[in-house]
């Protein structure tokens, strides 16, 4: 597991959870999304509960949509912030400088996400670079549970795992 996984794990817990402490149902609306390169371009731009109200739903569809082209969901995401945001009805005190908070989590997590994929791509370039890179993918273990480069035959894709051994072992 690369080194930045459980760091971007911790960043998007800490993220989450305040989010939670300041806006509950704002977190319920972007928590499951957080890793999203759209949902943290927004909480980037925009990182207070406060600030995303003021954008209004067509500008934060807009950053949204500048992040993630191909993002089909910006709209009905953008509403439904909207309307997270409309259901906090208390000022959590602290909220401002929560926001700031929120803008260097999401563009730290945002850092750490594209080192992870960096190293990724690098560790399967190498993979693919090696002599017995056939062998290695199909030992149990060893192989990656992604998608096997367009490069490499289908052949070399890894098998199945075998079923465990039944215990105690049968005689045939």
Do not use: N
Not at 127 to 143: F, N, Q
Not at 164 to 169: E, F, M, Q, V
């Amino acid at each position: 597991m690369p080194a930045s996984s459980p760091d971007a794990a911790r960043t998007s817990s800490r993220l989450r959870g305040l989010l939670t402490s300041i806006d509950p149902a704002l977190e319920r609306v972007l928590g499951p999304r957080l890793r999203h390169p759209a949902v943290l371009a927004l909480l980037q731009t925009f990182g207070s509960p406060a600030q995303l109200a003021q954008a209004g739903t067509e500008q934060i569809a807009r950053v949204m949509l500048q992040a993630a082209p191909l993002m089909r969901s910006s709209r009905t995401l953008a509403d439904q912030i909207a309307t997270a945001l409309a259901e906090q009805t208390v000022q959590v005190p602290g909220t401002g400088s929560a926001g700031e908070i929120i803008s260097g989590l999401a563009e730290a997590l945002a850092v750490l996400l594209k080192r992870r994929d960096i190293l990724e791509m690098r560790i399967a370039a190498l993979l693919e670079a090696h002599a017995l890179a056939k062998v290695l993918i199909s030992m149990p273990g060893v192989a990656g549970s992604g998608p096997v480069p367009a490069s490499w035959p289908r052949s070399a894709a890894p098998a199945r795992s075998p079923p465990p051994p039944t215990w105690p072992p049968t005689r045939d």
